[in-house]
């Protein structure tokens, strides 16, 4: 689920969300802020491939989605013509932006403050993404076990963070795409990941551990 607020003044006015499930629809939710029911509309069709993962970002007002098709999905929110058009059936419809490179499910997304996309796959892999032009910048292959999360972190200059179904959490240098620090408690999935900026810690959860563990960034 990622969320979008239209604002004025202070409060928003108008709030949005989008969500994806295994039909591979992704739906556009949205009420008023006076308002207890919710409306929503199709932003695209059903497809045989399941939405694992989606971002929004504010600044370029696009919704980032990760599939099961291996494919990473821009989807313009604004209506601009940054999307490309796609011919179906002699009608021409609009259609998202694809980002291909993956050979398994992207399960994971996460955007800097230089609009530059990561993307974390089961192939094992780290891609890195511009975002204003839409083509690759790096890939890691290898990066560690299968992937399933990555996080944006901005103190101290900023990094990513990635965690995967083996236990290991890596910590990534947002210049030179290098991994600066691993950690591992336990050889089994993380399930869930929250960095706290505040606080300077990172939350993570696993998959039998029924616990909480911060770690110090």
């Known amino acids: 689920v990622a969320d979008s607020r239209k604002q004025e003044g202070i409060f928003a006015q108008k709030m949005e969300i989008y969500s994806g499930g295994g039909d591979g629809v992704i739906l556009k939710w949205w009420t008023g802020r006076s308002s207890s029911s919710w409306e929503f509309a199709d932003l695209s069709a059903p497809s045989n491939c399941s939405v694992l993962c989606m971002l929004y970002h504010p600044t370029l ?3 980032i989605t990760g599939s099961e098709d291996n494919n990473v999905r821009i989807w313009n929110l604004d209506g601009t013509s940054s999307v490309p058009r796609q011919s179906v059936a002699h009608s021409a419809k609009r259609g998202p ?4 490179g993956h050979t398994d499910k992207v399960t994971g997304l996460a955007v800097c403050k230089n609009e530059v996309l990561v993307s974390a796959s089961y192939d094992k892999s780290l891609h890195w993404w511009d975002l204003n032009l ?7 292959e290898m990066a560690h076990g299968f992937s399933i999360e990555v996080k944006w972190c901005s103190v101290n200059g ?28 336990r050889k089994e999935p993380v399930t869930a990941m929250m960095v706290d900026e505040v606080n300077l ?8 551990d029924y616990a909480i563990r911060a770690y110090k960034l």
């Open 61 to 63: 007002d696009v919704l």
């Open 97 to 100: 932006a694809i980002l291909r």
């Open 134 to 140: 839409q083509l690759p910048i790096d890939t890691i």
């Open 158 to 185: 900023g990094y990513w963070i990635t965690a995967s179904d083996e236990g290991t959490i890596g910590i990534w240098d947002p210049v030179s795409y290098c991994n600066i620090r691993s950690m591992c408690y």
């Open 201 to 208: 810690l990172l939350l993570v959860t696993m998959q039998s």
